[in-house]
């Protein structure tokens, strides 16, 4: 059956309609959750709140916002958390504050690059030295973790080899094959990482393009860790998540997501030492 003309106006009524509708779906369901138990008192949550500073740097010439998450306690190393395509640094934050907590000064940063990922591993890299010389933030870092989520877990992987950077985990990390190039570009790059690595995975599902990455176990020469999450969606891996991503890649589980938490943990013992 041929598909049905429609005039520009009428196009234009519809997708407002569809976007009021949609925006008064997502108000109402918010307004009818619950609110979760707190179990910090509100004054130490507003302390954490405080602790935590957006700033702007100059990165391989791109102008990056990231938000600094000081460590508590004594210094014991860096993480750099990226996060996936079309996403943001927000999305991690959980992951961010929980490092903080373990005594990891850990920075999300807005990758600066959309669709090249070789640019956004050139500005991490560029922050990682940032970090190791001193001054911007802090005392200079001489171990640093880097930890990137879908998208951002192959640019993460591309920066990896950094001289500074001890640890990469891959949070159900995505892989491509760029035009003009034979090889997967997250393939290539794995088979050449010296740097330890760690990979927590869900099953294939169309937002890990069919789990692309996991090949990557059986490259990395010096793999510490794969862990496939039974049941998991692409949105267990991010803290917090969103009803965006929730309805595009699967529901979340607290379970699931407390297994990645105690994997970003475990990793940040293991180099952070």
């Not at 959750?33 to 509100?42: G, H």
């Not at 880097?146 to 993460?156: I, R």
């Not at 049941?231 to 890649?249: I, K, N, Q, V």
């Amino acid at each position: 059956m041929a598909p049905m003309k429609r005039s520009a106006g009428g196009l234009s009524l519809i997708l407002t309609i569809l976007i009021s509708v949609t925006a008064a779906l997502c108000a109402m369901a918010v307004a009818a959750a619950p609110a979760a138990p707190s179990q910090v008192q509100p004054s130490v949550q507003a302390q954490v709140a405080t602790q935590v500073k957006t700033q702007v740097h100059e990165l391989d010439g791109h102008r990056v916002t990231l938000d600094v998450y000081p460590a508590a306690g004594p210094l014991r190393g860096a993480a750099i958390l990226s996060h996936g395509f079309t996403r943001s640094r927000r999305t991690l934050a959980g992951h961010a504050q929980a490092l903080a907590d373990a005594g990891v000064l850990t920075l999300t940063p807005d990758l600066p690059c959309t669709f090249d990922f070789r640019c956004n591993a050139r500005a991490l890299a560029a922050l990682v030295g940032v970090l190791r010389a001193g001054g911007t933030f802090g005392a200079p870092v001489e171990r640093v973790m880097l930890v990137g989520f879908s998208a951002g877990g192959l640019s993460s992987l591309l920066a990896a080899h950094t001289p500074g950077v001890v640890g990469y985990v891959g949070l159900d990390p995505f892989d491509r094959t760029l035009p003009g190039e034979a090889e997967r570009l997250g393939q290539a790059a794995a088979t050449r990482l010296r740097t330890e690595a760690m990979l927590l995975r869900a099953p294939p599902s169309r937002c890990n393009a069919e789990a692309v990455a996991a090949p990557w176990a059986t490259a990395l020469p010096a793999l510490w860790r794969d862990e496939l999450i039974a049941g998991a969606s692409h949105c267990d891996f991010e803290s917090p998540t969103d009803w965006m991503c929730r309805l595009a890649c699967g529901d979340t589980d607290p379970t699931r997501q407390q297994r990645v938490r105690q994997g970003l943990l475990e990793a940040a013992a293991r180099w952070m030492r």
